[in-house]
């Protein structure tokens, strides 16, 4: 699995100009699934982004974790993480997980986030969201599970 995760100071998440999602701050994390990834893939996610230290502290310093910042999470299903452009100019996405599978783990990592205490929002799985968000810092962080 794949992540990219920003800083935000809110975000909202719309579907065919619905509104599904939005948070205050916290962070908006975009999760890939690749071929391969299984549970204990999408258990790294659930441990480290609760302790991922990336929020400011009273000091300004980049220092404290979400739970502790009081943050909320907007999770989004993003298989274009596996995106292979070495050939050519049209990226081949033949690395990303099969969809009903990719959904599976993608539900897995909601949930067990939301175990931890954490408010975690959603986008909508294969759905052209569109997502709006005010990035802070910015502050951007990539992860990978292997």
Request: proline share 3%; aromatic share 8%.
């Amino acid at each position: 699995m794949k992540a990219v995760v920003q800083r935000v100071l809110r975000a909202n998440l719309k579907v065919d100009g619905e509104l599904i999602s939005e948070i205050n701050a916290g962070y908006v994390v975009f999760l890939g699934v690749g071929k391969g990834d299984t549970e204990k893939d999408g258990d790294y996610f659930i441990k480290k982004l609760p302790t991922l230290r990336i929020c400011e502290d009273e000091n300004g310093k980049i220092n404290v974790n979400i739970k502790d910042a009081g943050g909320e999470i907007l999770l989004v299903s993003q298989f274009t993480l596996y995106a292979d452009t070495s050939h050519g100019n049209r990226p081949s996405f033949i690395e990303a997980e099969l969809p009903e599978r990719a959904n599976e783990l993608y539900e897995y990592v909601v949930k067990g986030l939301q175990a931890q205490g954490l408010t975690v929002k959603k986008g909508v799985f294969g759905a052209d969201m569109k997502i709006e968000q005010v990035n802070d810092g910015p502050f951007t962080v990539i992860m990978e599970s292997r």
